[in-house]
């Protein structure tokens, strides 16, 4: 597979790093995959006829590589479900709906949150930051949670309760800020910035669009079982079909922008020949593009105070994501159009009575901009629409979480609603964290235990982790980073275990660092008697629940 990644600003090529989030050429953050069509296109699509129907399906075309399968949850091959009822009541005999509830946490975040993961995995990220507005952290803590990545989630305050705990449930910290979306994005770029850490950019992270385009795939390869090849196709050369409409509801409008990518790409690869219209839809209180767009506003104006009860659609400031949508809004002879919260409710309820297909309210504000455009004419009765339905939210169980699951940061003066001032922002960061988190060296040979250990470490509590592959290594390690707890594996080639402690103890810098032995074996009462007085604690690999081991681990940092 040959790709690079291209800068929109420059047009520099570059192979692809997982974890730079620049161009090396300009700093532009803009910058996309391009494979090599036509290399592509000698084996797609006939390769991959034979491939179960998920997102990995298409992997020719998407920027990992070595999908790692540990890594999976079912992400993509969601079905694409007529809507015949629906499709009756408003005269559109071609409806679909692309059930995107059906991913693994529910929303087409699963898609981003697949490909991201896995390159980050590649990348060899472990800790990362991301602002969303509910869904992507979800999405992003379920991956992460099998990479052994730990994710720090800010939020707002008005991400629903439920989503917050299905978030912390995942074991990712929630960072809850009491202040718009925009500024949540900020202070999370900033916490980003001074840990050194990894951070999602939404639309300018090349996999998040990556992974959105086999959407498009997906759609156009349904369509064709759905309704036959389209008109042109040879046994030899396939056609797909395209939608006449592909309609979503926008918050930084990634879907879309990456849905548009997937379409082109087939029209480059010969197997479609048009793109469909593009209908993004925001929420009237939030409809920075909609407005601008219907003012021929070359630029986005800001939504500073968003005022919409459907805070997953909350983005005010959609900076250039509105510039890129708006050429592709107007080159598929799309629109942007934007619905009361009162119609995007109304369009839920009327989706679950016809449907049977329950979505949250995000969604609702998607079928709400499809009743409008058909009212309005603008989608025709002969036309084959599909609208994205995503969302739908697991209820975390709020008792299983103790007090402090979020960290709270107030960016409000005592008195009053108004956001605080810049300055504000930066100052609040420190209620997050303190400055330094306990360190941990975990010792063990085998790449497996060591991300267990990791994750079950970062999954609850905030460690500055490091990792040694053998004994020599430990001892270097230890002594060179003094940490305040080391975990360390028995049995190891060469320098084992045993060798490492007597090398800890002897030296009076590293006598007194407290040392966990984790063992996968049962020791015999010889080895009992050489650990005894040397270690703290002695657990058995695969006999410790993570909450076990956490304890052990905390009351010997304290
Ligand atoms: C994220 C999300 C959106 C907005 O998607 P973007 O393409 O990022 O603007 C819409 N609906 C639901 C349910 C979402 O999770
Ligand atoms: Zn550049």
Not at 36 to 57: C, G, Q, S
Not at 64 to 83: D, F, H, K, S
Not at 428 to 436: H, I, S, W
Request: hydrophobic share 40%; with cysteine.
């Amino acid at each position: 597979m040959t790709f690079v990644i291209r800068c929109l600003d420059c047009g520099h090529a570059a192979p692809f790093n997982p974890s730079s989030m620049h161009c090396p050429q300009c700093n532009s953050q803009w910058r996309e995959a391009e494979y090599d069509m036509a290399e592509v296109a000698k084996t797609f699509p006939a390769e991959i006829k034979e491939r179960p129907f998920d997102l990995w399906r298409y992997q020719e075309l998407l920027p990992i590589r070595n999908p790692n399968p540990t890594l999976r949850l079912g992400e993509g091959g969601t079905p694409l479900i007529q809507a015949v009822n629906l499709g009756m009541m408003l005269g559109l005999p071609n409806l679909y709906i692309k059930d995107e509830r059906q991913g693994p946490t529910s929303s087409f975040k699963d898609r981003q949150a697949a490909v991201t993961i896995a390159a980050l995995k590649e990348g060899g990220v472990t800790e990362m930051v991301a602002a969303s507005t509910g869904n992507v952290a979800i999405a992003l803590s379920a991956y992460a949670a099998r990479a052994g990545i730990k994710l720090w989630a800010f939020v707002t305050s008005l991400v629903p309760g439920v989503k917050m705990r299905e978030i912390a449930l995942y074991g990712s910290q929630v960072v809850k800020i009491t202040g718009s979306y925009d500024q949540a994005k900020q202070i999370a770029a900033e916490f980003a910035r001074q840990r050194g850490l990894y951070q999602d950019m939404g639309a300018r992270t090349v996999t998040a669009v990556e992974a959105m385009k086999t959407l498009a795939y997906e759609i156009a390869e349904q369509l064709t079982m759905a309704q036959g090849p389209a008109a042109g196709a040879t046994k030899d050369s396939p056609k797909w079909r395209t939608p006449d409409w592909y309609i979503q509801a926008i918050s930084g409008g990634m879907g879309p922008l990456g849905v548009y990518k997937g379409f082109k790409e087939l029209r480059q690869l010969g197997l479609i020949d048009r793109i469909p219209a593009m209908a993004p839809i925001q929420a009237d209180g939030c409809a920075p593009m909609v407005l601008s767009w219907k003012k021929g506003l070359e630029k986005a104006e800001p939504v500073l105070s968003p005022k919409t009860r459907i805070e997953t659609l909350a983005t005010g400031d959609p900076g250039r994501t509105y510039v890129m949508l708006r050429k592709q809004v107007n080159e598929t002879n799309g629109v942007f159009e934007s619905v009361s919260d009162e119609d995007a409710f109304r369009a839920m309820h009327v989706l679950a009575k016809m449907e049977g297909i329950s979505a949250e309210p995000a969604s609702g504000v998607a079928f709400a901009g499809l009743f409008k455009l058909v009212r309005a004419g603008i989608i025709k009765p002969t036309d084959t629409v599909v609208v994205n339905c995503t969302g739908h939210t697991m209820p975390a169980e709020q008792f299983l979480f103790g007090e402090g699951w979020t960290r709270d940061v107030d960016l409000r003066t005592k008195q009053e609603q108004a956001p605080t001032p810049q300055e504000g922002l930066l100052s609040a960061l420190n209620n997050v964290t303190p400055n330094r988190f306990p360190r941990v060296t975990v010792v063990d040979d085998t790449a497996e235990a060591r991300r267990l250990i990791r994750r079950i470490l970062q999954s609850q509590g905030d460690f500055e982790i490091s990792e040694a592959t053998n004994g020599r290594e430990a001892i270097e390690l230890v002594t060179k980073e003094r940490p305040d707890l080391v975990i360390l594996d028995l049995m190891m080639p060469e320098v084992d275990g045993f060798a490492v402690l007597d090398a800890l103890r002897s030296n009076p810098e590293t006598a007194n660092i407290p040392v966990i032995v984790a063992t996968a074996k049962e020791l015999t009462v010889d080895e009992k008697g050489r650990l005894q007085g040397q270690i703290q604690s002695l657990m058995m690999k695969g006999d410790f629940l993570n909450d076990e081991f956490l304890e052990e681990v905390r009351s010997l940092i304290r």
